[in-house]
């Protein structure tokens, strides 16, 4: 079983669409969790940290489940710039290094 | 913010050669740095921790001697693939943060190709 897996989609949506994406780890005892975007070709670029009070940032709203070892992000309004790979990324305990889903590709189209 | 700069960018070259790559903390200085591999339409894959003035950890399969680090400065980290083969050929990437528990930051990645 993979540590962290994704749909990897692809997510096909239209502009303005609502789209959610979901992840779920294997270490229960994971501490640290993130959403990563990765552009084709390109560094993958910190979207925001997930809490487990949810967290929300513009049209961005991620939510963490310890109990469910469960992870989500939350697009409203998709921009046609938000075309990406979307990374589910954890920490685990006394550990820095992350480890990386293998994503999950949204494309928005006009 | 925290930058993380990588270089070179790009890099093709014959098979055999020793190819470096380095990776600087641009404003922040990082006593841990990590390399990952990413093969096309993969996850990244962590290669190895790299320390400052000590030995980096590797990762389970990651051979040691292939892939040499050396993390000499709290600012600077370099990877050297040694004798490159084409099945090295690969996307490379270095992360760093300012702490433990501080998100990571990534250079610009190396795509490396090797003919």
């Known amino acids: 079983r993979k540590e962290v897996e994704q749909d990897p989609g692809p997510f096909n949506v239209p502009e303005g669409a609502t789209v959610a994406f979901n992840c779920t780890y294997s270490n229960s005892a994971s501490q640290s969790f993130f959403w990563y975007r990765q552009d084709c070709r390109k560094e993958p670029k910190l979207l925001m940290s997930?809490?487990?009070s949810g967290n929300e940032d513009g049209r961005f709203t991620a939510q963490l489940n310890r109990a469910s070892q469960y992870i989500s992000l939350l697009i409203r309004d998709s921009k046609l710039s938000d075309s990406a790979t979307y990374l589910c990324v954890v920490r685990g305990t006394g550990r820095r290094a992350l480890t990386f889903g293998s994503g999950t590709r949204l494309q928005v189209q006009p | 913010g925290a930058v993380v700069s990588q270089h070179p960018s790009r890099v093709i070259c014959k098979s055999g050669t020793s190819v470096k790559i380095e990776c600087r903390s641009l404003?922040?200085?990082?006593?841990?740095m990590f390399w990952y591999r990413q093969f096309p339409k993969k996850s990244l894959m962590l290669m190895a921790t790299?320390?400052?003035?000590?030995?980096?950890?590797?990762e389970q399969g990651v051979e040691k001697d292939k892939f040499l680090i050396n993390h000499a400065s709290l600012t600077l980290s370099t990877l050297t693939v040694t004798s490159a083969h084409p099945e090295d050929s690969s996307f490379y990437i270095c992360?760093?943060?300012?702490?433990?528990?501080?998100?990571?930051?990534f250079g610009d990645g190396t795509r490396l190709s090797i003919l």
């Open positions: 992360s760093a943060s300012v702490g433990a528990n501080q998100p990571q930051h």
């Open positions: 790299s320390n400052e003035g000590s030995k980096a950890t590797y």
């Open positions: 404003d922040f200085q990082a006593t841990t």
């Open positions: 997930v809490y487990s």
